[in-house]
């Protein structure tokens, strides 16, 4: 079973970035497609990302498109979630994901998950 850890976040002022990181232990995360989801206070966890195992394909969110980049080294055992030009509301918990098993813009799709990293944009 994946054992998912993210680091990386923090508060920031809108416009800023920062650079999420999701390691993995046990079986090699170059097995399987992964995933960045987010949830704000009193929403429910939403798609913000998927990659598939190779790098190949991904997949954004609309309201992330052409400010988020996933990417990942599957060396490290690393998914990667770089972000830039923050606005408040991308303010959330930001949570990996790996292992689909159905449609990836769903949290039903994956099988695996890590604790969460609060990301928070002043404005």
């Known amino acids: 079973q994946v054992q998912l850890g993210e680091s990386g976040g923090g508060l920031v002022q809108a416009g800023g970035s920062l650079r999420l990181s999701c390691a993995a232990s046990?079986?090699?995360?170059?097995?399987?497609?992964a995933s960045w989801f987010r949830q704000a206070p009193g929403k429910e966890r939403e798609f913000v990302v998927g990659?598939?195992?190779?790098?190949?394909?991904?997949d954004y969110a609309d309201s992330v498109k052409g400010r988020f980049t996933i990417s990942r080294d599957n060396a490290k055992n690393t998914v990667y979630l770089s972000m830039n030009s923050l606005k408040p509301e991308d303010t959330a918990v930001y949570y990996c994901?790996?292992?689909?098993?159905?449609?990836?813009?769903?949290?039903?799709?994956?099988?695996?998950w890590g604790q969460g990293t609060q990301v928070s944009v002043s404005s």
């Open positions: 994901a790996a292992g689909r098993r159905g449609n990836w813009r769903t949290s039903a799709g994956w099988r695996y």
């Open positions: 046990g079986p090699p995360l170059s097995k399987y497609d």
């Open positions: 990659i598939t195992w190779s790098g190949g394909i991904t």
